[in-house]
């Protein structure tokens, strides 16, 4: 039997914070109703299901890369990053790995790539839950460190409020100066 780790991250069109990445490896004795694309789901059935996967996976771990990360290597290979510390945070083995998207993290088991995995892919989608609902948590955090950016309220996407707060009250360590609004205020 083979033991499927799914893989995916959330935040990469962001322009603050980390770009947060989750392995998941569900136990099918344990089975979770309701698993679908984190973007699809209510912030509440997003913590439901969260805290869930996290009772009764067999194995889950989030791996993330920051935003000067971000600015030296690139959001992709950001992103591929934070999937393999996700991946080498797991306990358990897995020997196939499903990753949502069309790039392939450097792990050390073969797997597939799946476009829209997250809609589709059971493992995949509990990995997009829990990582949104950790990036979220984060974002929180975030905004009491640095009150005044809403950072709670768009969770570091370029919303046009979020621009105007950051023309503002000026760029911060939490940004991605790499990224279009950002390098346009550092200019």
């Avoid at 890369?65 to 083995?93: P, T, Y």
């Amino acid at each position: 039997m083979n033991i499927i780790v799914g893989l995916d991250e959330v935040g990469r069109g962001c322009i603050a914070g980390p770009v947060v990445a989750a392995a998941v490896i569900l136990d099918s004795k344990k089975p979770i109703a309701g698993l679908a694309d984190s973007k699809k789901l209510t912030k509440k059935k997003r913590d439901e299901l969260s805290a869930l996967i996290q009772e009764r996976a067999l194995d889950w771990s989030i791996g993330r890369a920051e935003a000067s990360e971000i600015d030296d290597i690139n959001i992709l290979q950001a992103s591929l990053l934070a999937m393999e510390r996700a991946f080498k945070g797991l306990m358990v083995a897995a020997d196939f790995a499903q990753v949502d998207g069309t790039f392939y993290p450097t792990i050390n088991i073969p797997g597939e790539c799946v476009k829209g995995g997250d809609a589709i892919i059971a493992e995949i989608s509990a990995a997009s839950i829990i990582a949104k609902v950790y990036r979220d948590e984060h974002m929180l955090l975030l905004d009491t460190l640095y009150p005044g950016y809403k950072l709670s309220k768009h969770q570091g996407y370029p919303t046009p409020e979020h621009k105007k707060l950051l023309a503002e009250k000026g760029v911060i360590s939490i940004y991605r100066r790499s990224f279009a609004p950002v390098k346009g205020l550092l200019a």
